[in-house]
C-alpha cells in the first residue's frame, strides 16, 4: 500500500486500526482523507486475517469534525460533487464491509465525523465526546448518507429533531437514544474496542468449526 498522508493504518493481531490523523483541523474529513479511508478499508475487507477494524481520531479533542470546507464557497459544483461522492463511496463501503468495524469515539463527532461513526457497526465513546449535525445551519445537507443511518438508529421523530436544529448531544444521550452502543473510560477506548472485536471473531470461529463438524457429519 502506498503512504498514507492523512491517516494511521496498521495491523495487528486480526486487527485493523485506522486513525483518521489531522489534528491539526480537529481530524476534519479532507479529500484526501477519504480516498485513503477507502484504501485501507478495501485493504481490511481483503486481508483474510483481519477479523476487525476499529476507527477512531488522533488526539483526545476530536474524533472527526465534519469535512475540510477551508476553501469555502471557492469550491466548484464540480468538486463539491467529487467530494461527496468519495464521501459516500468510503462510507457505504465501511457500513458493508463484511466485517465488524468499531467506531472508537474519543471526542467531537460532528457533521461528516458523526456520519462516519454512523457507518460503522458499532459506536463506543468517551464520556466527553459530542455528536451533532452543524451542517443545517449553512443550509447544508448530509451528502454521505447519515441522514438514513441516524433514522434507523434512533428513529423518525429523534432524527428529524437533530438533523433539523442542528443540536450537538453529549454522549449520555446518544447512548440514551441508541446512537452510542457504550460509554467507556478514554483509557480503555482501543483496549474494549479489541475485547469485543476478539469476541465477535472467537464466536465467527466457533461457529465456523461447528457448521464444518456438522457437515463432516452428514
Do not use: W
Not at 495491523?11 to 489534528?23: L, M, S
Not at 447519515?146 to 449520555?172: S, Y
Amino acid at each position: 500500500m502506498q503512504s498514507l498522508q492523512d491517516l494511521l493504518y496498521e495491523k495487528r493481531a486480526g486487527i485493523a486500526y485506522v486513525t483518521i490523523n489531522r489534528p491539526q483541523a480537529m481530524n476534519a474529513l479532507s479529500h484526501t482523507a477519504l480516498d485513503e479511508l477507502r484504501s485501507v478499508m478495501e485493504d481490511a475487507r481483503g486481508d483474510p486475517v483481519v477479523h476487525g477494524v476499529i476507527v477512531t481520531g488522533a488526539g483526545d479533542k476530536a474524533f472527526v469534525t465534519g469535512a475540510d470546507i477551508t476553501a469555502g464557497a471557492s469550491i466548484s459544483a464540480i468538486d463539491a460533487h467529487a467530494f461527496t461522492r468519495s464521501g459516500r463511496l468510503a462510507f457505504d463501503l465501511i457500513e458493508q464491509l463484511g466485517k465488524p468495524v468499531i467506531a472508537a469515539v474519543n471526542g467531537c463527532a460532528s457533521g461528516e465525523g458523526c456520519e462516519l461513526a454512523m457507518a460503522c457497526t458499532l459506536r463506543l465513546a468517551t464520556a466527553h465526546a459530542r455528536f451533532g449535525s452543524p451542517e443545517a445551519k449553512p443550509g447544508f445537507v448530509r451528502g454521505f448518507g447519515g441522514t438514513q443511518r441516524l433514522l434507523r438508529l434512533v428513529g423518525k421523530g429523534r432524527a428529524l429533531q437533530l438533523i433539523l436544529t442542528a443540536d450537538t448531544i453529549d454522549a449520555t444521550e446518544a447512548h440514551r437514544n441508541g446512537l452510542v452502543n457504550e460509554i467507556v473510560d478514554a483509557d480503555q477506548l482501543i483496549p474494549r474496542a479489541e475485547t469485543i472485536l476478539s469476541r465477535m471473531g472467537a464466536h465467527r470461529t466457533g461457529t465456523g468449526e461447528a457448521a464444518s463438524a456438522s457437515a463432516s457429519r452428514s
